[in-house]
């Protein structure tokens, strides 16, 4: 049946890189705001995500990533920092910080945290203070100033335009009240970007790292990883189509080659911390095992093809970078075996372990993206696509809700939205807030449990028919998603052939099948995947672990339903 084994590195890796607990981590994204309301204000909080660990740590998760809770003005949800050494109010303290910290360690559970170098916002004490001091404050060097263009300066200093729709470019108005400079922003007016060419830029980021680090954090995902180096003298891009984050044209102020050495500089901090006991090492006070290794660094980062990506992963720079090749990959079977085959060969390349995700903070909710406007069929496929990323070598990324099989809110009134590319025209699509509507817990009505308080406030509100979807609701119900998830997580980790690795054997299947085969010397495993919309007869590869749908093995051919995914033991 063996049709080729996808390309790889050298069959055997270094000694340490199968030791990083990272290589074959799953690592679940809490957005707090929506994550669990601990003191009943409506929007999730530190205290909040701390109670809910043990949650997250029966699960089966190795880690947890926490988007921003610093200090911030929340122009674009916390992504507008103001300072990066303080917990916004919002979400609670320093001290609260501190204690999720340990309270995930001694839970078996390490600790990411977002950090945001590209930009920062405009009541960062830097960007109020170069804006007092007017123009030629060495504080302006630190952002990117200019000039304006035509006769009084009245227009932009190049054509770049921002993620969130309108001009990268916003002009000040000077000390003594007249039209002046104009500083560069990416994203939203109140996110300037910084000047990476300014050596306090690198300064200060180093600092800010050290000092997460220090708190015992066991790594951080970088914000918009390709963004922070700008094309030497900001050449226009010359047409005015819209760029999106989400696209992959090379652009002047994306995936620039000097990016390369200010990671290589973090990494050099990372692995100062690499072994110093902080994190969860050996088996923890539940016996699960947990690997050694050090701090790691994953990139954010949006760039024109997965070899781009696999640069970011050099052995000196990061550790992981998201493979969004992958999530904006569609339900088709070919064009996910290339993205498999040309991700696991650019990541064997640098000696980095593929990633794999289907949804984030971001995006589309994978349950609705994948559904062509049905949700029955769109939770059978995202059952089936989280089977399917899970079986793949390397680490998965799993966004929190997806596992109660949460749907994109799409019909949240306009007057609750607060994407700022909602009110920007010419943006993106401004939808992001459906992903991110506060996560249901237990109860027959909105929030249900999201705080404190029974029918109290959610910063988004709740559609009525999630009461199906609660975490209560789910919980010890053998086909529910929830029990899927943890079966499969439980599965994955205890499986030898699963996890950690370079390669998969694809095997031959009919057209619209994908069906591979994975070996270790303590095993092998057979993951096939029928994403046709009919059943398929494939013969029966072995012992059934886990269906994404009901399957009934045969003693030579099983049929598999559609839009299934099937684990086998061999």
């Known amino acids: 049946m063996t049709q080729h084994v996808t390309d790889t590195a050298p069959a055997e890796a270094p000694a340490a890189a199968r030791r990083e607990w990272w290589r074959d981590a799953v690592i679940y994204q809490v957005y707090p705001r929506s994550f669990a309301d601990g003191d009943g204000d409506g929007m999730g909080d530190l205290p909040g995500i701390r109670a809910r660990l043990p949650y997250l740590r029966d699960l089966g998760v190795d880690a947890v990533w926490l988007s921003p809770f610093y200090a911030s003005p929340q122009a674009d949800a916390g992504y507008d920092v103001a300072d990066y050494r303080a917990i916004d109010p919002m979400f609670g303290t320093l001290t609260d910080a501190d204690d999720l910290v340990r309270d995930a360690h001694a839970l078996g559970l390490r600790v990411i945290v977002d950090v945001v170098p590209n930009h920062c916002s405009d009541q960062h004490e830097w960007f109020k203070q ?9 504080l302006r060097d630190r952002f990117h100033f200019r000039p304006g263009k035509g006769t009084g300066g009245e227009l932009p200093p190049n054509d770049w335009e921002s993620i969130f729709g309108g001009p990268a470019w916003t002009r000040v108005t000077e000390p003594d009240g007249t039209p002046g400079q104009w500083y560069l922003h990416l994203f939203a007016p109140e996110q300037p970007d910084f000047n990476w060419e300014h050596p306090a830029v690198h300064d200060e980021f180093r600092s800010i790292l050290r000092f997460w680090l220090d708190l015992g954090i066991d790594g951080f995902r970088i914000d918009v990883a390709h963004g922070l180096v700008k094309a030497a003298g900001l050449p226009d891009i010359g047409h005015d189509e819209q760029v999106k984050l989400l696209g992959t044209q090379a652009v002047p102020y994306f995936d620039q080659d000097g990016v390369h050495e200010i990671y290589r500089s973090w990494r050099r901090i990372l692995e100062e911390y690499a072994e110093d006991g902080s994190g969860p090492e050996g088996p923890s006070s539940e016996g699960r095992w947990r690997a050694t290794g050090g701090r790691i660094a994953v990139a954010e980062a949006w760039t024109p093809t997965v070899e781009r990506s696999a640069l970011y992963l050099r052995p000196d720079e990061l550790h992981q970078a998201f493979n969004f090749s992958y999530l904006t990959t569609g339900w088709d079977a070919d064009g996910l075996r290339d993205v498999i085959d040309r991700s696991l060969r650019a990541m064997n390349a640098v000696h980095a372990p593929a990633t794999w995700v289907l949804s984030n903070h971001d995006v589309v909710r994978h349950s609705t993206r994948l559904a062509a406007g049905d949700g029955a069929d769109g939770l ?23 596992e109660l099989g949460l749907p994109e809110v799409v019909d949240l009134p306009d007057e609750v939205r607060q994407d700022p590319a909602f009110f920007r025209s010419s943006g993106q699509d401004g939808t992001r807030d459906g992903c991110r509507v506060p996560l249901p817990w237990s109860g027959q009505e909105p929030p249900f449990g999201f705080g404190p308080v029974e029918g109290g406030p959610s910063w988004l509100p709740q559609p009525a028919e999630w009461r199906e979807l609660t975490v209560e609701a789910q919980q010890g119900d053998p086909d529910s998603t929830l029990e899927f998830y943890r079966s499969a997580l439980a599965v994955r980790r205890e499986h030898p052939a699963l996890g950690a690795g370079t390669r998969i054997t694809w095997l031959d299947s009919p057209e619209g099948v994908l069906a591979f085969r994975r070996d270790t010397g303590g095993g092998s495993f057979v993951c096939t995947v029928n994403l046709t919309a009919a059943p398929v007869a494939f013969p029966t590869p072995g012992t059934l672990l886990l269906a994404s749908s009901d399957v009934v093995p045969g003693p030579d051919l099983t049929q598999l339903p559609r839009d299934c995914a099937v684990w086998w033991a061999v």
């Open 130 to 138: 170069a804006l007092r001091e007017g123009p030629g404050s060495p």
């Open 380 to 402: 059978r496929r995202a059952r089936a696509a989280t089977l399917l990323m899970l079986a793949l070598p390397g680490s998965a990324y799993l966004y929190q809700g997806e």
